[in-house]
């Protein structure tokens, strides 16, 4: 066969039509909302996933230990008040 023969047969081949099951395996049916919170997916790289599970550790941290008490051992009375005000450059005086 040379090669016009095969580019004219070419040309008349029709591909044969696609089977109706192959709608069903190549794309599954869509589940429901309720379906998916079951058993549904969500796919995250890998760097976003340890930096979410590392804010969860130190949110988790952050709330398990409670803050230090705030203690007045350490207060020291004002012995000399000298208020002044101090303006910005956007302010007239």
Known sequence: M???ELRSTLR???APP???TLRERVL???KSWLAWWGSGE???PVPVAVAMLCLLIFGAYRIAKP???ATLTDFEHVTKFNPRIV???HETP
């Open 42 to 44: 969500i796919r995250i």
């Open 2 to 4: 040379t090669d016009d």
């Open 67 to 69: 803050p230090e008490p």
């Open 87 to 89: 303006r910005t450059i």
């Open 12 to 14: 008349e081949w029709q």
């Open 18 to 20: 696609a089977p109706n």
């Open 28 to 30: 599954p049916r869509k």
